[in-house]
């Protein structure tokens, strides 16, 4: 057992207990030593909380940030952004510009500071896909935010609802055309439970292309991946993603999304140690790639940022450059 790397979690998730069991590693209790504990929301928020008082050791990883509730609730991601406009402008940097009117251009939020009330905005012309409303599951690993570093998950996937989108009022309560939790999905009679009602990321980009052009998707996912390094920058949190499985398709992509996170957060499966380069090589990334690396931006000038925001997009190949044989993202970092 010496040198193998001791494992605990709460969660009894195949995806997760097969990636551990494969790579030989040890299950051990929470009350014993442990070097990588996989905790459910509730429990980092107790393990952490100010009365435990618990700090990790050298040896020992979590795959969450204690403070992750400050980008999930959106009250506290609305505070964040607004610190991180306020640091942005004292730096000068054009991301906290403002038009004539004393409103910013780029880092903007909206929040009632009168009542509380949960908003949905339903635009007039939303993107529809067969007439149906869709959403967006997309995974991003953050390694580390001092210096930030994350990556995103090139297989994610987009979530349907059962029934077609109409604006009209009469279907408000209709949780079928409005809502695409497959926990609610599920239960429609025009739900499929081969495919559960989901598109890969790839299969969508492929559609946009192909009825809006390469230019104009390249645009949408460019400013997708702003946003998410935007958030994580005011922000040093991660969130939570569902390991329930609802397809066969599903249950070997999150087996898989495990596997990789594993051999960025735990190289070679061994013992870790708070002293390792968290730069992974390329080959171990598997379905990963760099999404931001902040020591390789720090070369770049605030002006490429700025102009890929205003939607200048560099295209998906554009934006990188060869050092000693790996990618690195230089558009808008």
Known sequence: MAGKVKWVTDIEKSVLINNFEKRGWVQVT?????NFYWMSVQTIRNVFSVEAGYRLSDDQIVNHFPNHYELTRKDLMVKNIKRYRKELEKEGSPLAEKDENGKYLYLFVSQSNKEAY???LYINNPLLIGGRKFDLRLYVLVSTYRPLRCYMYKLGFCRFC???YTPSTSELDNMFVHLTNVAIQKHGEDYNHIHGGKWTVSNLRLYLESTRGKEVTSKLFDEIHWI?????????VNASPSLTSSTANDRILKYNLINDTLNIAVPNGEIPDCKWNKSPPKEVLGNYEILYDEELAQGDG????LRSRQGQS??????RSRDSGRAILTTWK
């Open 228 to 236: 998410i390094v935007q958030s994580l920058k005011a922000v040093a």
């Open 118 to 120: 949960v908003i949905s």
């Open 162 to 164: 059962t029934v077609k």
């Open 30 to 34: 929470e009350n014993e030593d442990w």
């Open 302 to 305: 605030a002006d490429r940022e």
């Open 314 to 319: 560099l295209g998906p190949r554009a934006g």
